[in-house]
């Protein structure tokens, strides 16, 4: 991704470190994280300073290659999967994170008792499965840019960028290409209450790169349906189902539902590490519960009545039923076909 005319990932590994972009300062202050064990790469995903499937999913293959560098021999294999299911464990939702971690892993307890053998492993493993996600999103990106015609107002919803993911992004990687071939596209971005991945995040990356859009509240998407102003909707997807529902930031659902009472094609854009081939459907996929202090306050500030409660899902479910594709490195696909066809 382009920032301040440089290029950046999201997350990557250097000079044996994690290093990642705080993605809870944007867009008004730009700073690297940096970590040196996986416990704080842990606290880092819990926090969101790196957040968006992919990128939680590379964040955690790369927690996992750290874990591997700090092991002791004599404990390796237990240390590797303590680390492992704590990992797992700081985001349900989010399919990639579960898939980046048992990869690294698995490959690397392949080659114990070969410690030194088996810290190299890891280190590549992790650089591997991140590259893989680069290489998928601008697949993405060509791919979907099929289906966005000149002049196109795309709604998204969330932050599907380049900062979701480790470069590129998925939804964002469509309207990234579709702009880079003059296609003269406007964006309209949600907010994304409560934590305004949209406002903060999209929309920067959005400006970064001169794309032409908007911010709008979640609840004024309707209004511009109704006023016949957005023509196709893309969005980012948390884990796709085996019968193609998907989970994703909450409010996704009703943008689908909005778009298909107004005939307005909705597109997923996903990845293969967010297919979850062992779920069937959406009802069985865990949902986040976050904190009710992100909905009711704001950098300490209350916005709402303290006293009352709130609820606070961090996803919803999109039936595949209300999905016209799924934007896949491999091509565009039925939901209902989605899962079969990446297998292949």
Known sequence: MQ??????????????????????KLPFEFRIAEYSNYLEICDAIREMTVRG??????????????????????????????????????????????N?????????????????????VAILAAREFAKKSIDDCYQIGKIGSEIVPQGARILTHCNAGALATVDWGTALAVIRIAH??????????????????GARLTAFELEQEGIPHTIITD???????????????ITGADRICLNGDIANKIGTYEKAVLAKEHKVPFYVAAPFSTFDLTTKEG?????????????????GTYLANPGSPALNPSFDITPAKLITGIITPKGIFKPKDAARQVQI
């Open 219 to 233: 609840s004024a998407s309707g209004f511009y349906f109704w006023k016949k102003e957005i023509d196709l909707v």
């Open 3 to 24: 920032i301040d005319g440089k290029q950046y990932l999201s997350v990557w590994f250097e000079n044996e470190r994690v290093k990642m972009i705080d993605q809870n």
């Open 180 to 197: 880079q071939q003059n296609k003269d596209i406007f964006v309209y971005v949600d907010e994304t209450r409560p934590r305004f991945q």
């Open 283 to 299: 009802a069985d996929i865990p949902i986040e519960i976050r904190d009710e202090d992100e909905i009711k306050r704001i950098n």
């Open 53 to 98: 499937a992919p990128a939680i999913g590379a964040a955690g293959a790369y927690a996992i290659a750290l874990a591997a560098q700090n092991a002791p021999e004599e404990k390796f294999r237990a240390y590797l999967r303590t680390a492992r299911d704590e990992l797992i464990a700081t985001r349900p939702t989010a399919i990639d994170l579960r």
């Open 100 to 120: 980046g971690v048992n990869y690294v892993y698995e490959q690397t307890i392949k080659f114990i008792p070969d410690y030194r053998h088996s810290r190299q």
